[in-house]
Every structure is written in structure tokens, then in C-alpha cells.
């Protein structure tokens, strides 16, 4: 079983900046990828970007620019710099890693989500 301590959501005007964080522990013996998800009331939750272990990143189209995703995979930590936000970023925010236990099993796990408010 993976755990998730997640944190750095709230509360901010538009424009303004917030950095998630994010800590996976437990069953793991390797991550293929972390990412952060976003689920906004009514919609569908949607990637927002992920990191490779070697570095590799991706990015929704809606945040190229503005969100940067870094961590240290050996580690099992992920961050989210958000920049410039809009209200339309408003949502809860996800951790999700995939990886393998240590008897080598596939797991993709999700944190329990912090809430990100953009408003003035």
C-alpha cells in the first residue's frame, strides 16, 4: 500500500502563486512516473503535469507556461509550481505515482487531493 502526504494548496488571488508538495511512502520499490491531476466541480479530473525519473515532464496545454513540475523520484517527492493562476485553475489537486511494490507488483496510487482556490 502506497501513502500519500500532500500539501500547499489554498486560497489565492489571481495572478498569485502557490507550490504543491507532494510525499509518497510505503510498498514501493519503484516509480515509473509521478504526476498531479486536477478535478474541478463537474468535470472529469484531468492531468495537469507528470516527471519521469529521468527527468522527462509533461504538461497540460492550459498550464504551459505558467506550472512547472520537479522532484526527486528517488526520493518520492514531486513538487508543483503554479504561477500565475486563474480562476479556472480552481480544483482539487491529486498526486498520483505508478510504479511496483517490492514483490514486483504494478500499483498506480492517488493521494487524497488538495483543494487549490483561485479567486479574488
Known amino acids: 500500500q502506497v501513502q500519500f502526504v500532500e500539501s500547499g494548496g489554498g486560497l489565492v488571488q489571481p495572478g498569485g502563486s502557490l507550490r504543491l508538495s507532494c510525499a509518497a511512502s510505503g510498498s514501493i520499490f519503484s516509480i515509473a512516473v509521478m504526476a498531479w491531476y486536477r478535478q474541478a466541480p463537474g468535470k472529469q479530473r484531468e492531468l495537469v503535469a507528470s516527471v519521469t525519473p529521468r527527468g522527462t515532464t509533461e504538461y497540460a496545454d492550459a498550464v504551459k507556461g505558467r506550472f512547472s513540475i520537479s522532484g526527486d523520484i528517488a526520493k518520492n517527492t514531486v513538487y508543483l509550481q503554479m504561477n500565475s493562476l486563474k480562476p479556472e485553475d480552481t480544483a482539487v489537486y491529486y498526486c498520483?505515482?505508478?510504479?511496483?511494490?517490492?514483490?514486483?507488483?504494478?500499483?498506480?496510487?492517488w493521494g487524497q487531493g488538495t483543494q487549490v482556490t483561485v479567486s479574488s
Open positions: 498520483n505515482a505508478r510504479g511496483a511494490t517490492p514483490s514486483l507488483r504494478p500499483f498506480d496510487s
